[in-house]
């Protein structure tokens, strides 16, 4: 639980040993790769940056994007993370699967999606594979918070551990809540970082304060939260304002608007390396690497 006093996302976990300054790497290198759930094979895609300079193998992060597909969100953090040392693969669970918040499909439809791209992930020699994180925004936070319950990494990992942490934007909270006491599961215990504002149109203002007491109380896990005050949804969507339908929304009505001071603190915070290994980093690798 020490981990979950940091605050940043790499902070907070990766267990990387490394303070760098790395170059980061402009070129995306595309990776096909296909659903685990067999009676719904998706075949999606994701790009791997991978940073110029750094040791390997190294750290990575599967970023989601949200129900409008990859926009300018990753790449607002592409930089920030890749100098700091740290892969980043990129997926595209839109494509070929949805068009909008119309015909979305639950939250848990992507889970298969994102454990197959941790397992892509781990095939490569550039990885650690015991330093792959998730983060995602919005739809693709929702993803990420459920990645986190143990129930989901069992069903899709069998014994093969999950994510090593869990940075989720405004991931809609709401919903999650009541999937999670319906489960009856508890979560997997890696560390996790909520971003959200106080004026976002799915109610996280409310929702994510009742879902980190609900996950103190029940579970006794401590989640890092960070409030913006006055910020929407997508406050890191660098484009401008957005009204939109949607049904997972207050009323139905979805609204984003770029917040520079927000976004660029939470750049700030996803992008700190932590100053040195945690003593039990060592351990955990020689238990994923023979296959615990």
């Known amino acids: 639980m020490r981990y979950l006093r940091c605050i940043g996302l790499l902070a907070v976990v ?9 170059a980061a790497s402009s070129a995306g290198t595309t990776i096909n790769f296909s659903s685990l759930d ?30 409008g597909g990859i926009d300018s969100r990753g790449a607002f953090y ?40 941790l397992k892509e992930l781990r095939k490569l020699p550039s990885i650690d594979p015991t330093r792959i994180g998730i983060m995602g925004f919005s739809m693709g936070g ?32 709401k919903p999650f809540i009541k999937r999670l006491e319906e489960s009856g599961s508890g979560l997997t215990g890696t560390p996790m970082i ?4 106080t004026e976002d149109a799915y109610g996280e203002g409310k929702a994510v304060p009742e879902l980190k007491r609900l996950l103190a109380k029940k579970f006794n896990f401590e989640v ?7 910020a929407t949804h997508g406050f890191n969507r660098n484009a401008p304002p957005l009204s939109y339908s949607d049904p997972a929304a207050k009323d139905g009505k979805g609204y984003m608007a770029w917040d520079a001071d927000a976004a660029n603190d939470s750049l700030e915070r ?6 040195e ?11 994923v690497v023979d296959g615990e």
């Open 277 to 287: 290994r945690d003593p039990e980093a060592s351990e955990i690798e020689e238990r």
């Open 194 to 197: 909520i971003f959200y504002g």
């Open 224 to 230: 890092t939260t960070v409030e913006y005050p006055g």
């Open 14 to 22: 990766f267990l990387t040993v490394f303070v760098m300054s790395a």
């Open 270 to 275: 996803v992008s700190k390396i932590p100053p």
């Open 78 to 117: 592409r930089d920030s993370i890749l100098n700091a040392g740290i892969a980043i693969f990129e997926v595209d669970f839109k494509t070929g699967i949805y068009t909008g918040p119309m015909d979305r499909p639950q939250n848990e439809t992507f889970l298969p999606l994102a454990f197959a791209a």
């Open 142 to 173: 929702g993803i990420t918070l459920r990645t986190a319950v143990e129930a989901n990494r069992k069903l899709w990992m069998g014994d093969e551990k999950g994510f090593a942490a869990h940075a989720a934007f405004y991931p809609v909270c």
């Open 38 to 67: 067999k009676n719904q094979p998706f075949k999606v895609s994701g790009t791997l940056y991978l940073p110029e300079k750094s040791s390997s193998p190294c750290p990575a992060v599967v970023i989601v994007h949200g129900t």
